[in-house]
């Protein structure tokens, strides 16, 4: 079994490597992908510091152990993250990225599940919001690390 740390370097590694397809998507003008991957480097950022800074784990999944936490906890796990690193920045960290949250989750489940008819696109302006959150959250975060 891997340790904490291994998982958390590996976490931290996934998130860069989504994050960096996220701009080359958004750039490339394909904004579904970039709202998946913005998504996904949001989510193993978070995990990789959740693994390095605290010593909770997934719940079991169908009574085997998983290494990472449901999408719906990664908001959840972020402010468990800031009150564990953020010291007295922890208020405007808060308040300038946990309402994105909600948001690039939505935009990625409309881009990874929504089809025509009842398709919702996403809008450039979305995507680069995602990206740029994304960024500014695998930053903090890598600071953490």
């Not at 931290?12 to 490339?28: D, H, T, Y």
């Not at 405007?92 to 309402?99: A, E, G």
Request: hydrophobic residues 40%; contains cysteine; charged residues 20%.
């Amino acid at each position: 079994m891997a340790t904490r740390q291994q998982i958390s370097d590996a976490y931290r590694i996934k998130s860069a490597e989504s994050l960096a397809v996220a701009q080359a998507c958004l750039n490339n003008g394909q904004i579904r992908a970039a709202c998946n991957r913005a998504w996904y480097a949001i989510m193993q950022s978070v995990t990789a510091c959740i693994y390095k800074r605290t010593l909770e784990v997934p719940p079991p999944r169908s009574g085997t152990q998983r290494v990472n936490w449901p999408h719906e906890r990664c908001c959840e796990n972020f402010r468990r993250v800031i009150k564990t690193c953020a010291g007295r920045r922890a208020d405007s960290i808060k308040r300038s990225l946990l309402p994105f949250f909600g948001s690039i989750l939505d935009y990625r489940n409309v881009s990874d599940y929504r089809v025509p008819p009842d398709h919702s696109e996403i809008t450039i302006a979305q995507a680069r919001t995602a990206v740029d959150v994304a960024g500014k959250i695998v930053a903090l975060v890598n600071n953490w690390l």
